[in-house]
C-alpha cells in the first residue's frame, strides 16, 4: 500500500473518531435521562473512541517509522491495527447503540469486540518485532 493512501486512510480514521467521540458527549449523554442508553453503554462506546483513535496515532506514527526502519512488520502491524479498529471500536459502536434503533440481534458482535483487541496486541508485537528483525 502507498504511503499516500495509508496517510489517508488515517486522516478518515482519525476525523471518524473525532466525530463519534461528540456524538457521544453531546449526543449519547442526552440519551441516558431516557434510558435509551445505559451509563455503560456510554462508557463502552468512550471506549471504542478511544482506541480507535489510539490506533489512529500509531498508524501515523508507522508510516513515519518506515522512512527509517524498512521492515515488513511495520505493515503488518499497521494492518493490524486497522483490523483491530474495525473489529474492537466497530463492534463497541453497534453494541453500545444498539437500544437506539431496536437492534438486539446485534448482540452477536460481542465475541467480536476481543477479536479486534488481540490484532490490536498483535500490532504492538509487530512493532517491536520490526525493529529486532529488520529487513536486510
Same mark, same amino acid.
Given at each position: 500500500?502507498?504511503?499516500?493512501?495509508?496517510?489517508?486512510?488515517v486522516?478518515?480514521l482519525?476525523?471518524?473518531?473525532?466525530?463519534?467521540g461528540?456524538f457521544?458527549?453531546?449526543t449519547?449523554?442526552?440519551?441516558?435521562p431516557?434510558?435509551?442508553?445505559?451509563?455503560?453503554?456510554?462508557?463502552?462506546?468512550?471506549s471504542?473512541?478511544?482506541?480507535?483513535?489510539?490506533?489512529?496515532?500509531?498508524?501515523?506514527?508507522?508510516?513515519?517509522?518506515?522512512y527509517?526502519?524498512?521492515?515488513?512488520f &511495520?505493515?503488518?502491524?499497521?494492518n $493490524?491495527? %486497522?483490523?483491530g479498529?474495525?473489529?474492537?471500536? =466497530?463492534? #463497541?459502536? /453497534?453494541?453500545?447503540?444498539?437500544? &437506539?434503533?431496536?437492534a438486539d440481534? $446485534?448482540i %452477536?458482535?460481542?465475541?467480536?469486540?476481543?477479536? =479486534?483487541? #488481540?490484532c /490490536?496486541?498483535?500490532?504492538?508485537i509487530?512493532?517491536?518485532?520490526s525493529?529486532?528483525k529488520?529487513?536486510?
Amino acid at each position: 500500500m502507498t504511503t499516500k493512501k495509508q496517510i489517508t486512510i488515517v486522516g478518515i480514521l482519525g476525523a471518524v473518531a473525532v466525530a463519534l467521540g461528540a456524538f457521544g458527549a453531546h449526543t449519547l449523554k442526552g440519551k441516558l435521562p431516557g434510558g435509551l442508553i445505559t451509563p455503560d453503554q456510554l462508557a463502552g462506546f468512550d471506549s471504542g473512541v478511544r482506541y480507535q483513535m489510539y490506533h489512529t496515532l500509531a498508524m501515523l506514527l508507522i508510516v513515519v517509522l518506515k522512512y527509517n526502519i524498512s521492515s515488513k512488520f &511495520l505493515n503488518y502491524a499497521y494492518n $493490524l491495527f %486497522f483490523i483491530g479498529i474495525i473489529l474492537f471500536s =466497530g463492534s #463497541l459502536y /453497534f453494541l453500545c447503540t444498539r437500544n &437506539l434503533y431496536n437492534a438486539d440481534f $446485534l448482540i %452477536f458482535l460481542g465475541p467480536v469486540t476481543p477479536l =479486534g483487541g #488481540l490484532c /490490536f496486541i498483535a500490532g504492538w508485537i509487530f512493532i517491536i518485532v520490526s525493529v529486532i528483525k529488520k529487513d536486510k
